[in-house]
């Protein structure tokens, strides 16, 4: 099976832009979350998408924002772009077990810079 | 609300030596525990990972114990090689579909 991918692999942006990065789930996976990752912050959780719903959203101000549609694949947004958005935002997606979460597979990453 | 600390942040061992790294969760209803090695400008990869009904588990040179009482758990990797040089993340998650990670730990195996 191919694995998680995500576009585009780099960005670099101005602030006050904002970005809209996409996600691939691995076949036949429903959830997909988002993840975004910093040097000092380490991997930070920002949103869970199941069947086209959010399940669940990490501490981050309005301005990320992400969907997900019928086929799983999933987006997300920042509207009004800030320099501490600049990151590697991480996407991976699951097959969820009962109640269980089931094993994260991650994407290779979009790196965001914003100037 | 749900925190994940790991300790240490940065561990030196030489080569042949074991490793451990240790977490502490705060959320008493996590029960799945991950691990992610993610070597430089590569994502993260599971490694092993144990669900709260097991105390401890292995996979060949790598093994994760829980203490649930406690809220700890370790990653332990025995005969170290260069290759396991990488930043280790441990992760706890609950049946709300929401997975909280430690801050990370840059092991450097020396040879």
């Known amino acids: 099976k191919a694995g998680v991918t995500q576009t585009p692999r780099y960005l670099i942006k101005t602030r006050g832009q904002q970005v809209t990065l996409s996600c691939s789930p691995i076949s036949g996976h429903r959830s997909v979350s988002w993840y975004q990752q910093t040097p000092g912050q380490g991997l930070q959780f920002l949103f869970e998408y199941f069947s086209e719903t959010q399940r669940n959203k990490g501490n981050f101000p309005g301005r990320f924002s992400g969907r997900q549609f019928s086929n799983s694949r999933s987006e997300m947004n920042v509207s009004t772009l800030e320099l501490g958005d600049s990151a590697l935002y991480l996407c991976?997606?699951?097959?969820?077990?009962?109640?269980?979460?089931?094993?994260?597979?991650f994407g290779p990453g979009t790196r965001l810079t914003v100037l | 609300g749900e925190n994940v600390e790991q300790h240490p942040s940065t561990l030196s061992v030489q080569e042949g030596d074991s490793a451990v790294i240790k977490c502490t969760y705060s959320?008493?209803?996590?029960?799945?525990f991950p691990w992610y090695k993610q070597e430089l400008g590569k994502r993260p990869q599971l490694i092993i990972d144990i669900r709260s009904n097991v105390g401890e588990k292995k996979d060949q040179r790598i093994a994760v114990t829980l203490n649930k009482t406690a809220k700890h758990f370790s990653l332990h990797i025995t005969e170290t090689q260069p290759e396991d040089s990488a930043v280790y993340f441990c992760?706890?998650?609950?049946?709300?579909?929401?997975?909280?990670f430690g801050a990370g730990t840059r092991l450097f195996v020396k040879a």
């Open positions: 959320d008493s209803a996590s029960n799945y």
């Open positions: 992760a706890a998650s609950t049946g709300g579909f929401k997975t909280i």
């Open positions: 991976a997606s699951s097959l969820p077990a009962g109640v269980h979460t089931d094993t994260q597979y």
